[in-house]
């Protein structure tokens, strides 16, 4: 039947590394699906975690699950990872290093240093 599956019950069997309990449905054994694209939005990786679990921790496994070939670069030329606010970390600064990437992540906001508003072209960066 529909819905009635026992990984959906709140503390029921599952792969227990693919699914945990999802903040925005009271708790019920959930997934999230990471999924990574190139400029012209064709998926390149996908990665499955459990719904509790933060974006950033699987920036290294998204990079590492590329299926499609990719042309080797010249050495003038970089590649770039556009990641959103949750990615700034220094984990996931040297993840991008080392996969050799040009991270472009926005910072943050601080008490010290406030999100600009929304026009502000500061905002959301080209280069972080």
């Known amino acids: 039947m529909h819905h009635q599956s026992p990984v959906g019950k709140k503390g029921a069997g599952g792969e227990e590394e693919k699914t945990g309990s999802n903040p925005t449905d009271r708790g019920k054994a959930g997934t999230k699906r990471n999924l990574l694209t190139d400029a012209k939005g064709i998926p390149l990786s996908i990665a499955l975690s459990g719904a509790n679990r933060h974006d950033s921790r699987m920036l290294s496994a998204m990079l590492e699950g590329i299926v499609v070939a990719l042309p080797i670069p010249s050495t003038e030329e970089e590649r770039h990872l556009a990641l959103d606010r949750g990615y ?23 008490e010290a240093t406030p999100l600009p508003p929304p026009s502000d072209p500061e905002r959301h960066p080209l280069a972080a």
């Open 88 to 110: 700034d970390t220094e984990a996931c600064r040297e993840i991008t290093a080392q996969h050799a990437l040009t991270a472009h992540i926005p910072r943050k906001a601080t």
